[in-house]
Structure formats: C-alpha cells, structure tokens
C-alpha cells in the first residue's frame, strides 16, 4: 500500500511539473508584440546610444506600433502601403522625434529607409 502511494505521488508530481514547463514555453512566443518591441528596442540602444528613459518610451512606442499593427492586418512589409499603415508609421516617427535628440533623429531616418 505504501509503495502504490508513492507511485501515485510521483506520477501527480511528473505530471504537474511537465505543464508547468508547457506553460513557461508558451510565454516565450517570438511573434508577441512585447517580444518584438524588445528586440528592436535593443538594437536601436546600442545603435543609437540611448538613455534608460529613451530606450523605455521608445520600447512603449515600438508595442504600441505593434500591436496597432496587428489590430489593423497590417505586416510590416514596405509594399504595403494603406492609410492606417501611414498613420501609425506617421505616430511612431512623432513618438522618435520627441524622444530623440536631432543627431539620433537623424541617424534613426537613415536606418529605417
């Protein structure tokens, strides 16, 4: 009897720790906006030398694109052209001109055309 109970014990806790690692898997999805913001995010840090209060409201602004994105259809291609593609395009380049200095601003441009 006792050794059915530690069998089942065993068993309960196999099974529990493999959802738990099932669970941790499906919060690293790369296609996530927050995922995606944090990656260019990093890219532009060191690219551009931004401070921690720059490199927060421009990860903010780059989520906000994203998922403005997504809430439209739109992908990131340059093909596609529409006019909330324009506009949301238009609203992160205001949200990097206020957050960047001119010589950043500049070289930001340069980069993303």
Known sequence: MRNLLTVFAFA???LFGIQNASA???SQDNTRPEVIAKTETAKLTETLDLTGDQSRTIFRALVAKEVAYRKNNLTTDTNSNSAEKKQI???LKDAMKKTL???????WLKINN
């Open 12 to 14: 309960a806790t196999m």
């Open 24 to 26: 941790q898997e499906l």
């Open 101 to 107: 200095t001119a010589e950043q601003y500049a070289k």
């Open 89 to 91: 395009d238009n609203q």
